[in-house]
């Protein structure tokens, strides 16, 4: 069974950063991509990014270049998310979500349960 | 980037009446690789995340019920619930996967009249 499980919730002050790891499971970890999700309360659902586990290389959207990174290591078959400088709007649900084509250019079919990021002073 | 664009932004069906969610792309995200439309649908309930429901634009999804089927082509989609049921209330979601950024639409909210 495909699991994707993601570390737990975090409150952070407003131009600090926030970490969230995320662990596959049921499946060959460096075989498919992985995006990152978030969905402000109440709000619909923004790409951050996609990171390939094998290779390292990413892709993450304009808005967030510069202040978002997604690492991997393969030795604990293990995706990283790290947003900074945040803000208040930053508040959020972060998903880790699995690409369902090994060549990254899928579906979403299998979520991780989210990581809460409340960003206030 | 691809703008997705649903309607309606909500509705109200009746028990076992069919549901119908409409779905507009900015551009075409038919892939001419596989001549298969890069168009996806998730349910999201509240406090859960999204549930993956179809891809390809009307493939279902490995346990998902046959009453929802997808289709359409190009740029123009639709999602049907063809007899709802009570646990269809939820908020549903297309989404372009023919590549970065993936781009979602801004979702329709489905209750129970």
């Known amino acids: 069974q495909v699991r994707l499980v993601q570390s737990g919730a975090e409150v952070k002050k407003p131009g600090a950063s926030v970490n969230v790891s995320c662990k596959p499971s049921?499946?060959?970890?460096?075989?498919?991509?992985i995006h990152w999700v978030r969905q402000a309360p109440g709000q619909g659902l923004e790409w951050l990014g996609i990171?390939?586990?094998?290779?390292?290389?990413?892709n993450d959207a304009r808005e967030f270049r510069g202040r978002f990174t997604m690492t991997t290591d393969t030795s604990t078959s293990t995706v990283y998310m790290e947003l900074s400088s945040l803000r208040s709007d930053d508040t959020a649900v972060y998903y880790c979500v699995r690409d369902g084509e090994i060549t990254g250019l899928g579906w979403f079919d299998t979520w991780g349960q989210g990581t809460l990021v409340t960003v206030s002073s | 980037d691809i703008v997705m664009t649903q309607s309606p932004d909500s509705l109200a069906v009746s028990l076992g009446e069919r549901a119908t969610i409409n779905c507009k792309s900015s551009?075409?995200?038919?892939?001419?690789?596989?001549?298969?439309?890069?168009l996806a649908w998730y349910q999201q309930k509240p406090g859960q995340p999204p549930r993956l429901l179809i891809y390809?634009?009307?493939t279902r999804e490995s346990g998902v019920p046959d009453r929802f089927s997808g289709n359409g082509s190009t740029t123009d989609f639709t999602l049907t619930i063809s007899s709802l049921q009570a646990e269809d209330v939820a908020v549903y979601y297309c989404?372009?996967?023919?590549?970065?950024?993936?781009?979602f639409g801004q979702g329709t909210k489905v209750e129970i009249k």
């Open positions: 049921g499946y060959t970890f460096t075989r498919y991509y």
């Open positions: 990171i390939n586990p094998s290779s390292g290389a990413t």
């Open positions: 989404q372009q996967h023919y590549g970065t950024p993936r781009t």
């Open positions: 551009r075409s995200v038919l892939y001419s690789f596989n001549n298969k439309n890069s």
């Open positions: 390809w634009a009307s």
